[in-house]
């Protein structure tokens, strides 16, 4: 294979690994999962009642 096919190759794979995996190795999260359990976290805004 040509040697430019080669380097390519492996800038996608470093790419691929730099996204799917935590530095430690582990699997990340999809960002929109990461998302909802932050927002899951957040307490809610006060708001005062409707007839209180």
Excluded at 9 to 36: C, F, H, M, W, Y
């Amino acid at each position: 294979m040509p040697k430019e096919i080669l380097e390519r190759a492996k800038q996608i794979l470093s790419n691929l690994e730099e996204s799917e995996l935590t530095p430690e190795g582990n699997v990340r999260q999809p960002r929109r999962q990461q998302d909802r359990k932050k927002l899951k976290n957040l307490a809610p805004a006060p708001q005062m009642d409707l007839f209180g």
